[in-house]
Nanobody, 126 residues
């Protein structure tokens, strides 16, 4: 049973930091791709950052590159998203998702990810 649990969201001021965690179980962590998505009210879900646990390569969407860092801790089956220099436009529900196969890499297509966590709310004030 594949499970992902996102946590670490909360309230932050512009310029502040938060660290999100995605704790996983039920699959071979080191053979997986894991991606953070976010969805703001009235907007489509968008990819934020992704990591290949096979080759430990990462990719970021342009709006967060240089501010966010995705990383894996293999012995805990956990992926993190360190978010620095937060902006109000980062406000969204953040989801982690995983797949063991993708049509391309990097990949921010939500429909290619069969397993999802429940999401965690991030709110950034001005």
């Amino acid at each position: 049973d594949v499970q992902l649990q996102a946590s670490g969201g909360g309230l932050a001021q512009a310029g502040g930091s938060l660290r999100l965690s995605c704790r996983t179980s039920g699959f071979t962590f080191d053979d997986s791709f894991i991606t953070w998505f976010r969805q703001a009210p009235g907007k489509e879900r968008e990819g934020v950052a992704c990591i290949s646990n096979i080759e430990l390569t990462t990719f970021y969407t342009d709006s967060v590159r240089g501010r966010f860092t995705i990383s894996s801790e293999s012995n805990k089956n956990t992926v993190y998203l360190q978010m620095n220099d937060l902006k109000p436009e980062d406000t969204a529900v953040y989801y982690c998702a995983t797949s063991e196969i993708l049509s391309s890499w990097p990949n921010f297509r939500p429909y290619e990810y069969p397993s999802w966590g429940q999401g965690t709310q991030v709110t950034v004030s001005s």
